[in-house]
């Protein structure tokens, strides 16, 4: 089942990352593990960024570990967790790659860090769905090896990435760099619990659309702008919407630039 279409491939693709590079957002105290979470069907939040064959691919997981984890129908205290600088990831397709911040993929309970996927699907990646899971070691009075998201018995739903075959609809490349020579896209405050204003910079007098859309690529809000040279600012309203990643996007009918902008609550 495809959760993402292809507007949402490009522009969650935006800030595509060097490949050991990531930045971990601040995370509310009693966010999951990771974020994102694993795909939920029932509530069709979270989810892994869909990838296409011989294209670019990158997606963050920011991880803030706990003091305690269920595990065995117990809650075991904590003071750090890890995973392999390789191989911890079981599922990838073939091309796609991690790297860790901090670079020992050792996170220290309580505080923020990050894994970057990144990498190029090669052609010998069938299209489908690549389950995925993840394994970590938390480190208590014995280390203890935990398959997530399956062995966390209060995460709902999976980890996949959707890969589309070379040349299909869903993976039209974006002539994004051609908006890029005439605007710049900024949001402040990223990640914002209510209100954010959206910066467009612009060199040039143009009409666009501008719309948000969310995670599973639903537009959620569209207008028609008459940008103007210099600076305009749009202020989005996400009070009344549950938290997520969200994308802002403006196009000219042929190109489009945008960023992704996380709501926490």
């Known amino acids: 089942m495809i959760k993402y279409i292809t507007l949402l491939i490009l522009v969650l693709n935006v800030a595509i990352l060097a490949a050991q590079d990531c930045m971990p957002v601040e995370l509310p105290t009693d966010t999951s593990i990771i ?102 070691t938390a480190y208590s009075i014995v280390p203890l ?33 051609i908006l890029r020579k005439e605007f710049n896209v900024s949001n402040q405050p990223n990640p914002f619990s209510d209100y954010t204003e959206i910066r467009l910079e612009s060199i040039t007098n143009k009409e666009v659309e501008f719309y948000i859309i969310n995670s599973v690529g639903e537009k959620i809000q569209s207008q028609i702008l008459n940008v103007q040279e210099g600076m305009n600012v749009i202020t989005f309203d996400g009070s009344g919407l549950p938290a997520g990643m969200y994308a802002y996007i403006v196009s000219d009918g042929q190109n489009i630039i945008g960023d992704k902008m996380l709501l926490i609550k």
């Open 35 to 136: 974020v994102p979470e694993p795909y939920d069907e029932a509530t069709m939040t979270g989810g892994l960024t869909a990838a296409c064959v011989n294209l670019e691919y990158s997606q963050v997981l920011t991880l803030k570990i706990p003091e305690t984890v269920p595990f065995g129908g117990i809650d075991i205290a904590i003071d750090s967790a890890s995973i392999e600088t390789e191989g911890a990831f079981i599922g990838l397709p073939t091309g796609i790659d991690y790297s860790c911040n901090p670079p020992s993929c050792i996170f220290i309970a309580n505080e923020t860090g990050c894994i970057a996927l990144f990498g190029n699907p090669d052609n010998t990646n069938m299209p489908g769905q690549y389950e995925l899971s993840l394994a970590i």
């Open 145 to 177: 090896t935990i398959n997530y998201p399956d062995d966390i018995p209060d995460v709902n739903g999976s980890y996949f990435i959707d890969v589309f075959e070379e040349g299909s609809s869903e993976c039209l490349v974006s002539n994004e760099n």
